[in-house]
T-cell receptor, first 113, second 114 residues
Framework: EAQVTQNPRYLITVTGKKLTVTCSQN?????MSWYRQDPGLGLRQIYY???????DKGDVPEGYKVSRKEKRNFPLILESPSPNQTSLYFC????????????FGPGTRLTVL | AQSVTQPDIHITVSEGASLELRCNYS??????LFWYVQSPGQGLQLLLK??????LVQGIKGFEAEFKRSQSSFNLRKPSVHWSDAAEYFC????????????FGTGTRLQVFP
């Protein structure tokens, strides 16, 4: 089954404790992206990647890192999480970028205390 | 820079009634336009998209949207709503060019009463 998977689905952590949210797709998509969803703000793009070893900042990249060492994986790293990063995070992938249909993962709800 | 506005935060309709969700965008040229739906506890799913050509776009689940350049709008419509359409709907705008940013609206939550 074609899908985008994220792990973990739920995470509660404390300020400053490094964490990684994994994202994997099995559709051989070139493009992958991370978004955060906050009430009243919709989805905002954090980072995106057009291909392996090619990543770019979205609209809200501060406090986040990403890597794209393999086509299928695009982990989101929070080196020192803060409470303002409490949010719902979505990973998405597509064949050729934002203009192609993006397939979204189920989301990761992160709480930073 | 492009932006998108969804004026209605929450809409309630009766099952079988018609639906129109509003989306207005700001961009200097014709953007790429999308409607996504998010069912409770799920990720987003593309309903339809507009790039060029016919301004009336058909999507999945019986939805359609019309691009109106003069009004900078891309409203989503459905002639008869089903209870399963209850979800949150997001309009999104992508700029033409070599950047890959996609700007989402704040969403409209649709509630359907039997």
């Amino acid at each position: 089954e074609a899908q985008v998977t994220q792990n973990p689905r739920y995470l509660i952590t404390v300020t400053g404790k490094k964490l990684t949210v994994t994202c994997s797709q099995n559709m051989n998509h070139e493009y992958m992206s991370w978004y955060r969803q906050d009430p009243g703000l919709g989805l905002r793009q954090i980072y995106y990647s057009m291909n392996v070893e090619a990543t770019d900042k979205g609209d809200v990249p501060e406090g986040y890192k990403v890597s794209r060492k393999e086509k299928r994986n695009f982990p989101l790293i929070l080196e020192s999480p803060s409470p303002n990063q409490t949010s719902l995070y979505f990973c998405a992938s597509s064949w050729g970028g934002r203009t192609d249909t993006q397939y979204f993962g189920p989301g990761t709800r992160l709480t930073v205390l | 820079a492009q932006s998108v506005t969804q004026p209605d935060i929450h809409i309630t309709v009766s099952e079988g009634a018609s639906l129109e969700l509003r989306c207005n965008y700001s961009y200097g040229a014709t953007p790429y336009l999308f409607w996504y739906v998010q069912s409770p506890g799920q990720g987003l799913q593309l309903l339809l998209k507009y790039f060029s050509g016919d301004t009336l776009v058909q999507g999945i689940k019986g939805f359609e949207a019309e691009f109106k350049r003069s009004q900078s709008s891309f409203n989503l419509r459905k002639p008869s709503v089903h209870w399963s359409d209850a979800a949150e709907y997001f309009c999104a705008v992508g700029a033409r060019g070599n950047t890959d940013k996609l700007i989402f609206g704040t969403g409209t939550r649709l509630q359907v009463f039997p």
